[in-house]
């Protein structure tokens, strides 16, 4: 492995565990799979507290960097395909 696929690795592991204790950190706004379908009308988005924005928006910087992680890796792994698990 080279070095830039080793970092972004790295990085994409520990974005990827803090994305998901991110989104454990969310408060339950609804009753989960039935609001998708029309069963709850319970809570808007409205009246959140600064906490509740601010763990929103590092969630949302968290998702792009992990976004971004994968991209790389998927460009890194075609440009020099000799170094993949694969190759």
Do not use: Q
């Not at 520990?14 to 029309?38: E, I, P, Q």
């Not at 809570?43 to 960097?65: F, K, Q, W, Y």
């Amino acid at each position: 492995m080279t070095w830039p696929i080793l970092t972004v690795s790295i990085l994409l592991v520990v974005t990827s565990l803090a994305l998901a204790m991110f989104v454990l950190l969310h408060k339950n706004r609804g009753g989960g799979m039935s609001d998708l379908f029309g069963g709850g009308m319970s809570t808007t988005m409205g009246g959140s507290s600064v906490a509740e924005r601010n763990l929103d928006r590092l969630t949302i910087v968290i998702g792009l960097v992990w976004l971004a992680c994968i991209l790389l890796l998927l460009a890194l792994y075609r440009w020099f395909p000799d170094v993949g698990v694969l190759g």
